[in-house]
């Protein structure tokens, strides 16, 4: 069924008549005839679990990579798309499995999402690695935006520190700005920095089939913003 964006949208969802949704970012939702399609395989998985698990989620894992994989302009034959639970969960699985050393930096902006923050600040706890934030407020222009990013890159260098990974948004969440992310996937290419790009809100919202030519290290996103 074919809907017009705005108000008539609504009847896609389960939305409470007297409920107006204004935050769809934080936690999405899905359409009613996508919810029916989940229950069912629910229950097509209970119906015959061992059966399921061996023989027909092999096949759906790897349909719902194919269909995912142009969205985001990559191979999926060659193993470049991955499922995760939420974008969250796949920055996680990526710092957590990086191996840091005394003088490691997780470089980020103040506008980092605060889960992805709170992943960092664990690993200073737990690893040699020190988190650094790039500091900024909007309004600010691409131009500046990238210069401060490999300004801070150098000057950390030259007090004897390795910028090892670099956190950056495709989409802030707050403001919701974009981010020229392209670009400061390019800069870390140049200086020796794993790229991991969180694009939570990438999906849906801005073109990302440029994505394998970008190739950044990493990048995460959800298909339910």
């Not at 935050?23 to 029916?36: Q, V």
């Not at 992310?181 to 200086?191: A, D, G, H, N, T």
Request: glycine share 6%.
């Amino acid at each position: 069924m074919k809907v017009a964006f705005g108000r008539d949208l609504r009847r896609l969802f389960n939305f409470a008549p007297d409920y107006t949704p204004l935050n769809h970012g934080s936690f999405g939702t899905y359409p009613r005839n996508i919810l029916e399609h989940r229950t069912q395989l629910l229950r097509d998985w209970e119906a015959r679990e061992c059966i399921y698990n061996l023989h027909t989620y092999p096949v759906k894992l790897r349909e719902s990579r194919a269909a995912v994989a142009p969205l985001l302009g990559v191979d999926v034959h060659v193993d470049e798309v991955v499922l995760v639970a939420n974008a969250t969960t796949g920055v996680n699985v990526i710092l957590r499995n990086l191996r840091y050393e005394e003088g490691d930096v997780i470089l980020y902006p103040s506008t980092v999402y605060d889960s992805c923050l709170k992943t960092v600040c664990s690993l200073e706890e737990t690893t040699p690695v020190k988190g650094y934030e790039i500091s900024y407020e909007y309004p600010i222009e691409d131009d500046e935006l990238v210069g401060l990013f490999s300004d801070t890159i150098k000057s950390l260098e030259k007090k004897g520190k390795r910028v090892r990974v670099a956190v950056f948004d495709t989409i802030v969440s707050k403001p919701g700005v974009r981010v020229p992310w392209e670009r400061l996937v390019q800069v870390c290419k140049e200086m020796g920095v794993l790229s991991l790009v969180d694009g939570a809100h990438a999906i849906g919202h801005i073109d990302m089939t440029h994505t394998g030519r970008v190739k950044p290290d990493f990048l995460v996103t959800n298909c339910h913003k």
